[in-house]
């Protein structure tokens, strides 16, 4: 950071640590684009399954976590933000659990709805 307190007014933070965030910012965006185009890809370019509804379910349940993850990265980046500002310890993220949880839930929904035609 800097050799002075950043929650002191006057004192900037150093320019690479908000870069830096830019950039994980950027990097949850990527992920949340490529699920979007999943989403998107599995509904219209998939073949129907058998049970009716699933590749439509499939493909709303990777466009819902494209959604979470786009909104949760711009929320991560404006607290990450801030607490730099204010000097103080960054929070931890709960990006990475959800994210991990979403996927194993549209894997899951891949797997019965391919078992099923």
Known sequence: MTD???GEPGVRLDYRFTLANERTFLAWIRTSLGLLAGGVAVHELVQPFRRHGARTALGVSCIV???IV???AYARWRHVEAEMQAGRPLPRTVMVPILAAGIAIVAVLAVVASLMS
Do not use: E, F, I, N
């Open 70 to 72: 786009a909104v949760g």
């Open 65 to 67: 976590l494209a959604t």
């Open 4 to 6: 002075q307190d950043p």
